[in-house]
């Protein structure tokens, strides 16, 4: 079975500053998918960001890019410009035919 | 697009007594749904995935006969919690996706907190 590593329970940031949460994976599949979810107060889970495995080239939306290094099965988030609203629970997920979350890290953005 | 809908957001029920969670896919589609559980501060753990028309498949530790899922249509799966506990309260959350395999990002609904008194 798959398995989701997040070693940060909890993680802070400057607003405007870069924060990097980290994510670890274990699977002997060679395709599949990986995701970010963030979770605000109100437990609404978000899309953050994907990334399909065949693909070398690290995703990047707006603000949001990812280090994805196959061999090392690491995924990590890259939070540039933190904003207040990025204050939240920040799920890494592994995806096949079903989804497998890590445990999860707290991000509080300071003003 | 590609919403899902779940309810009650909230419930609190009496020890003993049964109670039932509805998640719909409103703009598409949904052969597969899953259903997880969420304790206060904790991850996501996957408890089933329900299949449209057969039977669900639970994972390990997961009670079929307590946790019952129903999924009759493609828009639409139940999960029913029966002779609830205490410790049957937690943060209950339904998912799908649209279309075919796993390159479609799961849709979450907005959860049901229940609390069994």
């Known amino acids: 079975a798959q398995t989701v590593t997040q070693s940060q329970p909890e993680m802070s940031v400057q607003e405007a500053e870069t924060v990097t949460l980290s994510c670890t994976y274990d699977t002997s599949e060679n395709n599949y998918y990986l995701f970010w979810y963030k979770q605000p107060p109100s437990r609404q889970m978000i899309l953050v960001i994907r990334q399909e495995a065949y693909k070398q080239q690290n995703a990047t939306e707006n603000r949001f890019s990812v280090n994805f290094q196959k061999a090392a099965k690491s995924f990590s988030l890259k939070i540039s410009d933190s904003q207040l609203g990025d204050t939240a629970m920040y799920f890494c997920a592994f995806s096949r035919n079903d989804m497998r979350f890590g445990a999860g890290t707290r991000l509080t953005v300071k003003p | 697009g590609a919403v899902v809908s779940q309810h009650p957001s909230w419930v609190i029920c009496k020890s003993g007594t049964s109670v039932k969670i509805e998640c719909r896919s409103l703009d598409f589609q949904a052969t597969t749904m899953f259903w997880y559980r969420q304790f206060p501060k904790q991850s996501l753990m996957l408890m089933a995935t329900s299949n449209e028309g057969s039977k669900a498949t639970y994972e390990q530790g997961v009670e079929k006969d307590k946790f019952l899922i129903n999924h009759a249509s493609l828009t639409l799966s139940t999960l029913t919690v029966t002779s609830a506990h205490p410790e049957d309260s937690s943060f209950y959350i339904c998912?799908?996706?649209?279309?075919?395999?796993?390159?479609?990002?799961?849709?979450f609904g907005n959860g049901t907190r229940l609390t069994v008194t």
């Open positions: 998912s799908a996706r649209p279309g075919q395999g796993m390159v479609s990002p799961l849709h």
